[in-house]
């Protein structure tokens, strides 16, 4: 859902590699493609700005770290703008200390609000909480047995007084139904308009005013895009949200609505609904949907650790080497014990941009061969591992270690050539390039 967007946002990495640092000239560049990104993702203009303003400032004032590139280092600062934007973490359902919870579903017809509700029902059943659906949508002719077909789907009852009674008065009784039989959660869905209508409104202030419900949650089609932060803000405004349900995530949206619902509310976006399905629906999680966003393999975690864990001269010392092609045997068993520390290789592997597409098979595989070229190495003199070229002109050589490690010569033959290879790659890695594979690890 997010791919139109994550391919844009490669365009601004792709302006700071190569680069040494972030400087106030090469940032603007960068700073100008997150700004399209996001208009083209129909993100609203006023969040956007407000974005890209933050991303500008933090870029400008971050520190230089060792061992990262600007263009990692930009990643993270636009990661932590995305979560700044969305919300840090998961934001759960209220649950009221003394049953039951009630819950007013709020936003406009079509939008997947009484979907939503039942979505919502089946998911409180699934952690043990009951729930009655209360039906007040007189309006829309078949909104109440929607509700109620879609109540028998799931188990669940649904309370309604018929399509001439007042809405109030049903929310009413259905909370007095809901407390009488023990429930623990109550959900009204209520009437939508096509548009926001002073009527609605009204109705909608009314139910909230008599029920007092613990959560109010606006339902949000994420395909409205830019729609969706003017209507957060009237409902926001009017009635007052405690959270928002973005439906229709599974469709073809461009993904605006995300970012801009918690931006203008400042309340939280509880759920998303990717499916016409009862099934569908997911608690948001804003660091899942951050990373997704950027499509990049979590090179955040590679950032943090790169600062926590590897040694930074030794980091600076073994870039060195790599851009000027004096990478040998040795460097390669610190890279490999560095790459230990941080983790398995499989780990650092999927944080990479472009190597996170490698299927476990080929990790597992990729850490033996690993271990296989430690053992080879390991036969080595010192001057063979200084200079492997000594390694290919020798067939005595490579007899003797592959005697000394337990391995065949043909296999060191290959250890030697495809070290080669990747020393080749890691000059490119050195150069801000990324190949899109890792065909030159060596085994
Ligand atoms: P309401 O008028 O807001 O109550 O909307 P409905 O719940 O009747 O949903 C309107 C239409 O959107 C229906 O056809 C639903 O099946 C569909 N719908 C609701 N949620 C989703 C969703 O998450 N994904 C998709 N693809 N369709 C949805």
Redesign the pocket.
Known sequence: MFEALSERLEGAWKKLRGQDKISESNIQEAVREVRRALLEADVNLQVVKDFVAEVETKALGAEVVAGVRPDQQFIEIVYNELLQTMGETNAPLAEAETTPTIILMA?L????????AAKLALHLRKVNRSTLLVATDVY?PA?ID?LITLGKQIDVPVFDLGKDADPVEIARQGVDKAKADGINTVIIDTA?RLQIDADMMAELVQIKNLVQPHEVLL?VDAMTGQEAANLTRTFHDQIGISGAIL?????DTRGGAALSVRQISGQPIKFI????KVE?LQPFYPDRMASRILGMGDVLTLVEKAREEVDLVEAEKMQEKILTAKFDFTDFLKQTRLLKNMGSLGGIMKMIPGMNKLSSDQLEKGETELKRAEAMIGSMTVMERKDPDLLSSSPSRRRRIARGSGHTEKEVGELVSKFQQMRTMMQQLGQGNFPGGMGGLPG
């Open positions: 936003g017809q079509g939008t997947g609000k009484t979907t939503a829309r909104a929607q939508g339902v439906t229709k995530m599974d469709g609904g990717t499916g016409e569908a």
